[in-house]
């Protein structure tokens, strides 16, 4: 089953290794509990140590107490089924889904984020699950910067059977988007993702460097950018909100790929930016393969947070 | 987003002003912004609720200093606390005699630990020792090639070769080894092995061991590396952790210390403008001490770890200190002081203008070395402050003549126009620019016994703030009485 209809099963999978190691085991307390405020401060807890923030938690478990008030929920079963509904209404499906050019056009799908949150390894899984699905994928390799960036981004495409456009290292990471785009469009492919390299938020001339990029993949490609994946490492804490911004001004990103979601961390983050930037999330990484990927499903997501 | 914490003091606080005492009431409304703050930091919870318990243990019945607000002595209370927690200060590496002293890396995947090898190969170098890069990372792919290239880049720096022509830096890799993910797990220990036989034939001091990067809850790989740690027995194994990191910091920290025993912590990234409360949840969760802060992606940007800059970072009272440094380095003791004595007598020119903003400009992004002064981080990103900026102010007075770079009140409206011509910028931006001088001439007389950061600070209109080592920030915004002196201090790396 391709990428882009929901498979459950891997994330189910991907979530259980999430499942080790955490503080404490909130499900149980929530489980067959009437809420209080003792049970809603806990969560709070629980929140702010998935990395949603302060004030987003604040937030969200003032909702809840709201609807408690109201009557609309007493137990605790009953505060996760509301969160999740809630979650699901703040990233509806359409928002998650990669956005393609016409058929018959090229894709172009441009993947920016700081310095190794997974761009690459993120690249080769989306890049798979395309090709799994017929389409053929072309690479722009445009991490002209890191040493040995050119040939990690390589490696995948040789196992995967895709083709890559490289430049030299040290040369303009613009001149190779350029050439990859013109490649695209002369070859026919389906779908151009484009590698950068990994860049702070703070870092001014490489944020110019990244909206260059962008401006060269629009002009050589119509409608490009189709997509503009930030991917953002799940152990972010609150400065992601930062990144977040300064990716969006620079670049419009159009969705976040959560990437290492297999650690303990929650990625909690991703609900603050939301709600502040409205980025959707499109993809979470679950792993080092290329088939660690799955859709951003929100039900699943409340779920791991709180997880024993 | 984010208010600095003092901001949020003087708000919870001004109710505390002219009592002689705090109390405990007061206290504990002050504490709930201490610990939001912490929290914006990445402070880990359980860590930010013991720190709030002995802080508010040790203001309670504290008298106010005459010189402080109440308000500033919590925030000085909180500030001595994290140093505390984050201390002891930089304790140099143990090199062994006879070598070679072995290095293991680890951490997750991501966080810089190849990078690190690099960097602190570097560093070594500097200091006169041999050292071996091995690549013991056989399974993200370019993983060893990208140690290769940073070996050779070390090796082409300061003391890469020495006086003959001999080869400091050595790399030990076998790609043969070299496997798709989860196929080559235990291969890592035998390369681990050989190249320590091979540091040892080629007489090499320091041996770096760049491992794999692997989730703290993965066995199989967590063991994997155990096994190198039987198999060698590294004198140092450092814990490579993003300083962006957030509350798992401490999951995967504990996890790593526990089934390695690690020795230092090396915190990465800290050129973002990240607040680093995760220095604080590492050190108190492993009890280990943080070797080094990584500060960019060239292999010279590693530096030793203060516990007073990350403090006032966390607190959001800026980095200081790493500005001075940084200003301290661009501008020589002697060059600050024949400029000040310029300025004092108002005969500033453009030339030295300029020379500053390009000395200001060397030490980084204008957004990123003004975001480390006290209060503006959050006040900066609307700011249209940026390096092109400094460009076009820089053709500008190239594009003046001799006499007008130092005689400014030469430059009528026809030269101006003439100037902006020439540099392609409008009359109007070259007539802001002499605005520009004009006033900062003027104030630079005005403040002619102040050192460049207070300069600087005082420009942008905050007073002046926490300059030396463990002494506390003033809040106030008054200018200083006394002459603020820089300790200088010359970076050994350099
Ligand atoms: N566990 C785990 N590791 C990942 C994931 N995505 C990427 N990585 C690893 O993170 C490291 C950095 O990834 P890379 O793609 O090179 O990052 P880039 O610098 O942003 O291009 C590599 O070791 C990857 O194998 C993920 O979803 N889970
Ligand atoms: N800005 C910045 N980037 C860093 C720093 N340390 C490492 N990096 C970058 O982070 C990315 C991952 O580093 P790498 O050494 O490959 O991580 P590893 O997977 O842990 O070996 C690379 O793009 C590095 O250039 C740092 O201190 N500052
Ligand atoms: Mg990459
Ligand atoms: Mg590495």
């Known amino acids: 089953m391709g990428l882009f209809k929901t498979a459950f099963n891997k994330i189910a999978q991907g979530l259980t290794k999430t499942r080790t190691g955490f503080v404490g085991g909130l499900r149980s307390v929530l489980a067959g509990k009437p809420i209080s405020d003792g049970l809603l401060a806990d969560l709070e807890t629980r929140m702010i140590a998935s990395d949603i923030g302060v004030a987003t938690s604040r937030e969200l478990v003032a909702d809840l107490r709201a609807a408690w008030e109201r009557g609309e929920i007493e137990t605790g079963d009953q505060v996760l089924a509301y969160l999740k509904d809630q979650l699901r209404a703040y990233y509806p499906d ?47 390799a445009c991490d002209t910067f890191r040493a040995a960036a050119v040939e990690q981004l390589e490696v995948w495409s040789q196992r995967l059977g895709v083709e890559v456009v490289k430049g030299k290292q040290g040369g303009d990471p613009a001149a190779v988007a350029f050439d990859a785009c013109a490649a695209a469009v002369a070859r026919g492919v389906d779908v151009l993702m484009v590698d950068t390299a990994g860049r702070l938020h703070t870092q001014d001339h490489l944020m110019r460097q990244l909206t260059k990029i962008r401006d060269i993949c629009a002009k050589k490609v119509p409608g490009a950018p189709h997509e503009v994946i930030l991917v953002l490492d799940a152990t972010t804490g609150q400065n992601a909100i930062n990144q977040a911004k300064v990716f969006t001004e620079a670049i419009d990103v159009s969705g976040i790929f959560l990437s290492k979601l297999d650690g303990t961390a929650k990625g909690g983050i991703v609900i603050a930016i939301r709600e502040q930037l409205n980025v959707p999330v499109k993809f979470i990484g679950v792993g080092e393969t290329p088939d660690d990927v799955e859709p951003f499903e929100p039900g699943a997501f409340v779920d791991a947070m709180f997880a024993e | ?75 000085k209370i909180v500030y001595d606390e994290l140093i505390e927690l984050m201390g002891p200060e930089h304790s140099p590496m143990m090199l062994v005699d006879p070598g070679p002293t072995v290095v293991m890396m680890c951490g997750l995947q991501g966080s810089g630990k190849t990078t690190t090898c690099g960097k602190l190969a570097t560093n070594l170098i500097k200091q006169g020792k041999s050292v071996m890069l091995a690549a013991a990372d056989l399974q993200r792919p370019g993983a060893v090639h990208q140690l290769e290239v940073l070996a050779g880049q070390v090796r082409e720096g300061e003391g890469g070769t020495t006086a003959d022509g001999g080869d400091r830096v050595h790399f030990y890799a076998e790609m043969d080894k070299v496997a798709e993910y989860g196929k080559a797990i235990g ?22 061991l760049d491992t794999a990067g692997r989730l703290h809850v993965n066995d199989e790989l967590m063991d994997e590396l155990k096994r190198v740690n039987q198999a060698v027995t590294p004198h140092q194994v450092y814990l490579v952790i993003d300083a962006m990191t957030g509350q798992d910091a401490v999951n995967s920290a504990k996890a790593f210390n526990e089934q390695l025993e690690l020795d230092g912590v090396i915190l990465t990234k800290f050129d973002s403008d990240t607040r680093g409360g995760a220095a604080l949840s590492v050190k108190q969760v492993t009890g280990k001490p943080i070797k080094f802060i990584g500060i960019g992606e060239k292999l010279d940007a590693l530096e030793e770890f203060h516990a007073d800059r990350i403090a006032s970072r966390i607190l959001g009272m800026g980095d200081v200190l790493t500005l001075v440094e940084k200003a301290q380095e661009q501008v020589s003791q002697e060059e600050a002081e024949a400029l000040q004595a310029k300025m004092a007598k108002g005969q500033m020119t453009m030339d030295d203008f300029l020379k500053q903003l390009q000395s200001i400009r060397k030490m980084g992004s204008m957004k990123s070395l003004l975001g480390m002064l006290p ?11 940026d390096d092109s900026q400094i460009n076009r102010t820089e053709a500008m007075i190239k594009s003046m003549t001799k006499a007008e770079r130092g005689n400014a009140s030469l430059l009528d409206g026809s030269r101006r126009r003439r100037i902006a011509r020439g540099s392609g ?47 506390m920030p003033r809040l106030s915004g008054s200018t200083p009485q006394r002459k603020p002196k820089f300790k200088q201090r010359k970076r050994k790396s350099r």
């Open chain 2, 1 to 75: 987003m984010f208010e600095s914490l003092t901001d949020k003091f003087s708000g919870a606080l001004r109710k505390l002003s002219g009592k002689g005492r705090i109390t405990e009431a007061n206290v504990c409304e002050a504490m709930d912004e201490v610990r939001t703050a912490l929290l914006e930091a990445d402070v880990h919870q359980e860590v930010v609720d013991s720190l709030t318990s002995s802080v508010v243990d040790k203001a309670l019945g504290t008298e106010v200093l005459s010189s402080l607000q109440p308000g500033e002595q919590m925030v």
């Open chain 2, 425 to 471: 910028t409008s009359p109007n931006e070259v007539s802001q620019l002499v605005k520009g001088f004009e006033m900062v001439s003027q104030m630079t007389k005005q403040m002619s016994g102040m050192g460049m950061v207070s300069r600087l600070k005082a420009m942008s209109g905050l007073g002046p703030a926490a300059l030396a080592g463990g002494q």
């Open chain 1, 94 to 140: 359409e928002d998650r889904a990669l956005r393609f050019a016409e058929p018959g056009a090229v894709t172009v799908i441009l993947v920016s984020g700081i310095n190794g949150s997974g761009k690459t390894t993120s690249i080769a899984k989306i890049a798979k699950s395309l090709r799994d699905e017929g389409k053929t994928v072309l690479l722009a």
């Open chain 2, 187 to 208: 291969a890592a220990v035998t390369v681990c092995r050989n190249a320590l036989t091979e540091a040892r034939k080629q007489h090499c001091d320091v041996l770096i």
């Open chain 2, 375 to 385: 209060g503006m981080g959050s006040q900066l990103k609307d700011l249209p402050l």
